[in-house]
């Protein structure tokens, strides 16, 4: 009985495996792009760099919408068409003829986005126990991570070669066969229940109650915006310190999705050993290392350690909160991870604004009180309650 249960579980990793590697790609790959998009279109870098918050301003927005619809028509049926729309407007942002038309796309592209990935968290809280939950996720987020790296790594050294709408097409072909893959998965029947309006406002106003559910939603949109919403001024900021800054940007986001690589291989065995509040503690101080490295230092061999240490210690975090949502609410499951995801995208949507503003009036000194404030929220975290 273990045995065929831990298959099943494969067996669903596997099926939303190049889901979570696209979707987490297509998510921040126009970050290390900026100072490209900018030059063609003639638009600054700091205009450019607010695709990203387009992106999770509108990824957020539809949150308390489709968690509803996905627990009402049924999560997978919700995640195959928004991933659908994803790969159609992905591809229009390769072709987009000018900054406008590429806003525009990118923030639908967010939307549509906003259906597959935390109704896939969602679905992984239905269909694995508690007891595996936090290790079958970190599997998943493992591809998530992968996809993340990829993300970097393309815009760095396919650019040069194929520019940044061939970048973006190679997303979008992505998202198409992340489609195909879910569509021709096996999987079970969903039930259909009819959708409520009402239903859906008393779900959220039950949450929002819990003082537990303030705690985890807030603390998931501020590391999300201390941690993330860095990513997109990183080019222009390397640029400054004599670096091409879409390489250089892009292999030390690359190093950011390495230390989330790192987080996949030892969670089981860190928290077999600490448990979730010593993962926090660790996470804390693993950020705060990673963004002491990135306000002190110039050179890209320290930036690279930089990124590993943010990356790993961002996820301890991220996964511990993650996995805590996915119980608030068993049976409102995709209302919770809605309000989740709508917290997370909300702190990514503020942190390049707030960041933009506090590097042009305080410079990298910025990342040093960050790193002080993720110290806080881990050990804040990992208090008993």
């Known amino acids: 009985m273990q045995d065929a249960e831990d298959r099943r579980i494969r067996r669903l990793i596997a ?10 790609m297509i998510a921040r790959i126009t970050d290390p792009l900026v100072v490209e998009i900018g030059a063609e279109f003639s638009v600054h870098p700091g205009t450019v760099a607010l695709l990203a918050s387009l992106y ?27 991933q659908f729309f994803f790969a159609v407007l992905i591809l229009g942002c390769a072709a987009a003829p000018d900054f406008a038309s590429l806003a525009w796309l990118r923030a639908a592209s ?11 968290l969602a679905v992984f809280g239905d269909e694995v126990p508690l007891a595996k939950r936090q290790v079958a996720v970190g599997r998943f987020m493992l591809f998530s991570i992968m996809g993340g790296i990829t993300g970097g790594v393309l815009a760095a050294v396919l650019e040069p070669f194929i520019g940044w709408r061939g970048v973006l097409a190679f997303g979008g072909a992505s998202a198409a066969a992340a489609w195909l893959v879910l569509l021709l998965s096996p999987r079970a ?15 959220y106003g039950m949450l929002l109650r819990m003082p537990m559910a303030r705690l985890l939603y807030g603390s998931v949109a501020l590391n999300s915006a201390l941690a993330i919403g860095l990513a ?14 879409t390489s250089a940007s892009g292999l030390v986001l690359a190093a950011f999705g390495v ?14 050993r600490i448990g979730q509040a010593g993962l926090l503690r660790l996470g804390g101080g693993m950020s705060c290392a990673g963004l002491a490295l990135l ?24 996964g511990t909160i993650q996995v805590r949502a996915s119980e608030l609410a068993p049976e409102a499951r995709g209302a919770a991870m809605a309000l989740h995801a709508f917290s997370f995208f909300l702190g990514q949507f503020f942190g390049p ?20 404030m993720l110290a806080w929220l881990g050990w804040w975290m990992a208090r008993p309650r």
């Open 15 to 24: 099926s939303f495996a190049l889901t979570g590697f696209a979707t987490a």
């Open 56 to 82: 999770a301003l509108t990824f957020a927005l539809v949150q308390p919408f489709l968690g509803p619809v996905g627990d009402a028509l049924g999560k997978r049926r919700v995640i195959m068409v928004a």
């Open 110 to 120: 967010g939307a549509a986005g906003g259906g597959i990935f935390p109704l896939a």
């Open 189 to 203: 029947a969903e039930a259909m229940r009819p959708l409520r309006v009402a239903d859906a406002l008393t779900r």
């Open 232 to 245: 997109p001024h990183l080019a222009p900021l390397l640029q400054g310190y004599g670096m091409d800054g």
């Open 259 to 272: 230390g989330g690589l790192v987080y996949t291989m030892v969670v089981g065995r860190v928290l077999s």
């Open 295 to 318: 306000a002190t230092n110039t050179a890209l061999p320290p930036l690279l350690v930089s990124g590993v240490l943010l990356g790993c210690g961002y996820m301890m975090i991220h």
């Open 353 to 372: 604004i707030l960041y933009g503003w506090a590097i042009g009036t305080l410079g990298p000194v910025v990342f040093l009180a960050s790193g002080v």
